[in-house]
């Protein structure tokens, strides 16, 4: 046996597949969070009170935290954009600590290559799957856009990132490459806490548990970073808008 | 080839990214220096900065992992 690492997704069983869409370990933790934080979301919902209790606290404190930083940042267009930037935040830090608990990773199946043995992982963290971080990437890319051409239309917006005519083509590739780098750097960034967490694990294991609780930190830390860029550059894009109001 | 690219791979954008994030904590130190007050924007502002450094040492270590395991062609 050796550790094995591996870039790609496995898949979650023999047969499941939905269609053409083949369901891996890494989108097995994607759904697990996502229902997750729905069934908090419909809990919270359905007890909501102006006393809250422990869960509507808890609740309550992320959500005034962020907006708190969307309100300055987006002015009258907060209260529009908001749920979409708070659902990544939440969506983001929870899929990359939830990557950290105990089973992930670790527990599998053992698949016979020739001579080699290598552990397939049942689960995987979902944000260390380079499809989920584009997918991310891509909402993050439509939202800067969209909110600019909602703010001064489409030609005015294509204006506000040219720039000017002569460097338009270098800018519009620059704003491309905003997808290429939102999504390796969280792909990236959590791949490598993967890896070096199993590399450790299997050399000295006490070590990897230092590094776990690095982890932690840096799991909070790329979902400040991909929110807080993602809100710079909308605030960017419908910021001449902004200004006029 | 490969194990040495993908050192120089990880190596090299360890080198830029540390001297990036080292120059931009100098950056806001000094502003926190020199006001104090600032402290939440300066963090906010940091950490952005820093994420963005950060971001050309993961790309190094993608690469280094990509030659390391072989899919580089």
Redesign the interface.
């Known amino acids: 046996m050796q550790p094995e690492?591996s870039?790609a997704a496995e898949p979650f069983c023999e047969q499941c597949e939905l269609g053409p869409l083949l369901i891996t370990n890494s989108m097995v933790i994607m759904l697990v969070v996502m229902l997750a934080l729905l069934l908090v979301a419909v809990a919270v919902r359905r007890r909501l009170s102006s006393v809250p209790g422990t869960l509507q606290n808890v609740v309550e404190f992320i959500l005034e935290a962020l907006d708190g930083?969307v309100e300055p940042a987006l002015g009258r267009r907060a209260a529009r954009l908001f749920p979409l930037i708070a659902t990544i935040f939440i969506f983001i830090l929870f899929a990359n600590w939830f990557s950290l608990l105990p089973l992930v990773g670790t527990i599998g199946w053992i698949e016979h290559h020739g001579e080699e043995k290598i552990l397939v992982p049942f689960l995987r963290p979902a944000t260390a799957d380079l499809n989920m971080t584009i997918a991310l990437a891509l909402v993050a890319f439509a939202t800067i856009h969209i909110s600019g051409i909602a703010a001064h239309g489409p030609f005015g917006h294509l204006k506000a990132v040219s720039q000017n005519i002569l460097l338009a083509p270098v800018f519009i590739v620059i704003e491309l490459f905003v997808i290429v780098?939102l999504s390796?750097?969280l792909?990236?960034?959590l791949?490598?806490g993967d890896?070096l967490i199993g590399i450790s694990g299997w050399i000295l294991p006490i070590v990897g548990a230092g590094f776990l609780v690095l982890e932690v930190l840096f799991g909070l830390?790329?979902a400040?970073?991909f929110t807080?860029?993602t809100l710079?550059f909308t605030s960017v894009s419908i910021g001449a808008a902004n200004e006029h109001a | 080839m490969e194990p040495i690219g993908a050192g120089l791979a990880i190596g090299l954008a360890g080198l830029g990214a540390g001297l990036g994030i080292g120059i931009g904590v100098r950056g806001a130190m000094e502003a926190l220096g020199r006001n104090p007050d600032a402290e939440n924007a300066i963090r906010?502002t940091m950490?952005?900065g820093l994420?963005l450094a950060?971001?050309i040492g993961?790309?190094g270590?993608?690469i280094g992992?990509?030659l390391a395991?072989g899919?580089g062609g």
């Open positions: 690492v870039l930083i780098s390796f750097r792909f990236g960034n791949l490598a890896v830390i790329q400040v970073i807080m860029l710079s | 906010t950490i952005i994420g950060e971001a993961i790309y270590f993608l992992l990509f395991l899919l």
